[in-house]
């Protein structure tokens, strides 16, 4: 059975450092890894999305490395903003996409003004 | 462009009761599924849809039941409520089936049971 882990489960930093997120999942076939960004008693917006064969993905600020044959993924936040403040949610999908996605329980990132 | 939409936003409900959430899924998108979100965890993945079908199910009891409609809409169904039903119902959609391209989800319901 899939489990995923993410560490930090809470992080308070000052606006402008740059921070890193982690996620780790106990089995390495998966198909993709996807990360989240939830607001407050909101929805889940996609991020950014790394198939299993690639080894990053860019957008704007944020950048994610995904390392499969070790279990683990980071999404990198550079000069972070007030803005940046939610929870950040790592999914892996496996078994060919009919498994669902699993979920870990999130890091809660506040970004102090 | 519609993203995925979800009814009701919020509702409240009693013990024991059924209740019938509803989705539509992003434009393009074939393949639906649903995800129960508890307060402080991640979502958990309760089935998924495609082809009027349930294709994949999470270990959820039977009284979670739901429905894909030929214009790929869905709905999710919960009988005999119970306080612990209380949580945020995501719906996530998706194209092809594989989820290859990454999942879009809605703003969720927010279910209270009291």
């Known amino acids: 059975k899939q489990e995923v882990t993410q560490i930090p489960a809470a992080l308070s930093v000052p606006e402008g450092e740059n921070l890193v997120l982690n996620c780790s999942f106990t089995?390495?076939?998966?198909?993709?890894l996807q990360w989240f960004r939830q607001d407050p008693g909101k929805g889940l917006t996609s991020l950014l999305l790394?198939?299993?064969?690639?080894r990053e993905q860019t957008s704007g600020r944020l950048n994610a490395s995904l390392d499969k044959s070790s279990g683990r993924s980071t999404l990198y936040i550079a000069a972070s903003q007030p803005g940046d403040s939610a929870t950040y949610l790592c999914?892996?999908?496996?078994?060919?996409?009919?498994?669902?996605?699993?979920f870990g329980k999130g890091t809660h990132l506040i970004i102090q003004p | 462009d519609a993203g995925v939409t979800q009814s009701p936003t919020h509702l409240i409900k009693t013990r024991g009761q059924q209740v019938t959430l509803r989705c539509s899924p992003k434009?393009?998108?074939?393949?639906v599924s649903w995800y129960q979100q508890a307060l402080g965890q991640g979502p958990q993945f309760i089935f998924q849809?495609?082809?009027?079908?349930?294709?994949q199910r999470g270990n959820f009891p039977d009284r979670f039941s739901g429905h894909q409609f030929p214009n790929y809409s869905s709905e999710l169904n919960v009988n005999a409520l119970l306080l612990g039903d209380s949580a945020l119902y995501l719906c996530?959609?998706?194209?092809?089936?594989?989820?290859?391209?990454?999942?879009?989800f809605g703003s969720g319901t927010r279910l209270t049971v009291v």
């Open positions: 996530a959609s998706s194209w092809p089936s594989t989820g290859v391209r990454g999942y879009t």
């Open positions: 089995d390495s076939a998966i198909y993709n």
């Open positions: 790394i198939q299993s064969s690639q």
């Open positions: 999914a892996v999908s496996s078994g060919g996409g009919a498994d669902g996605l699993t």
């Open positions: 434009s393009g998108h074939d393949t």
């Open positions: 849809y495609y082809e009027e079908e349930e294709r």
